[in-house]
C-alpha cells in the first residue's frame, strides 16, 4: 500500500509551508506530495496569507525535491485551458524528472469562480468540457515527436499543434478521475483515467463506487490496469487524549473522524487502512490539515507507513 500525503493550503498556507511538509514527506518515505487546486478558503478563517496556484507551486518543489511524486487532487477543468494546462503539467514533469500526476475535475466550488472572475457554467457542461480537455490535454501528450495534433469538439478546437513540450514519458503522467457520480464520472475514468479514486467516503461506499468503475471499464473493453485509491481525513495519536487534541486542532469530530476517515491511534488506523486494501485499494491520500504539525506526519510515518 502506498501511502501520499495531501494537503488543502487554500486553508491558509504559505509556499514554505508546503516546502517543508513535501520535504519531511520525501524524507520519511512517503510515496507523494499533493495539493488541492483552490483559490479560496472554505469553513471560516481568513485564508491568509491567500491561495497559492497548484501548478506554480508544484513546478517549485519539483526543484526542491528528488524522489516523491507530485500532483494535484484534483485539477479543476475551469481554471485553465487544456492547451495551456498540457503545457504546465508536461514543463513540470520535465523539471521533477518525471515525477508528476494530475487529477482532473469538473471544479465544484463556485465562490471561488465568483470571487476571482471564473466562469462557471452548468455542471453538465463542466463534464462535457472536461471530457474534452482530457482529449486535448493526452492528445498533445502523446502525440510522437515531430507530428502536429488537431482535434475539433463542442468547446475545445486546437489546429496543427506541435504538441511541445513533451512529458517525461510518452504516453504522459498519470492521470486520475476521482469522485462517486453514479454515470458519467465511471465512464469518464475508464476511457481516460490511469487511477480512479474515492474521496472521503466509508469503506461501504467506496466499494460501491469501485464495482461501478469497474463494470464502466468491462462495457469499455478495457484491458489496461487501473489503479483504485482512496483519499481520508487524518489525525492519528499516540493515546485519545493526542486524537482528540489533533482533532481539535482542525475543528472536526474525533468520533465523526473515527466513522468517516482515518483517526484514532496507530493501530486503528492501519486497521482501516486494511479495509480499503480489501476493496482493492493501492494507494491512500491522507488529508494532512495541520499543516505545521509536523509531529503527526513523523508519528504516520514511524507508526503506520511502517506497517502498511
Known sequence: ??????????????????LAVARAAEDLGFDAFFRSDHYLVMGGGTGE????????????????TSRIRLGTLVTAGTFRLPGPLAIAVAQVDRMSGGRVDIGLGTGWYEAEHTAYGIPFPSLGERFARLEE???????????????????????????????????????????????????????????????????????????????RVREACREQGRTRPLVYSVAQVVCCGRDEAEVRRRADAIGRDADDMRREGLAGTPGEIVDKIGRFAELGAECVYLQVLD??????????????LAKV
Not at 1 to 18: H, N, V, W
Open 133 to 211: 480537455q482530457l482529449q486535448v490535454v493526452t492528445g498533445l501528450w502523446r502525440t510522437p515527436p515531430g507530428e502536429r495534433f488537431s482535434f475539433s469538439g463542442e468547446y475545445y478546437t486546437v489546429a496543427d499543434s506541435p504538441a511541445l513540450p513533451k512529458p517525461v514519458r510518452p504516453e504522459g503522467p498519470p492521470v486520475i478521475i476521482g469522485g462517486t457520480g453514479a454515470r458519467r464520472t465511471p465512464r469518464i475514468a475508464a476511457l481516460y483515467a490511469d487511477e480512479y479514486n474515492v474521496p472521503f467516503h466509508v469503506p461501504e461506499d467506496t466499494g460501491a463506487a469501485y464495482e
Open 291 to 304: 499543516l505545521d504539525d509536523l509531529e503527526h506526519i513523523e508519528l504516520i510515518a514511524a507508526e503506520v
Open 49 to 64: 496569507p491567500g491561495p497559492t496556484d497548484s501548478w506554480v507551486t508544484l513546478g517549485a518543489l519539483a526543484r526542491e
Open 1 to 18: 500500500m502506498r501511502l501520499r500525503i495531501f494537503t488543502e493550503p487554500q486553508q491558509g498556507a504559505s509556499y514554505e509551508t508546503q
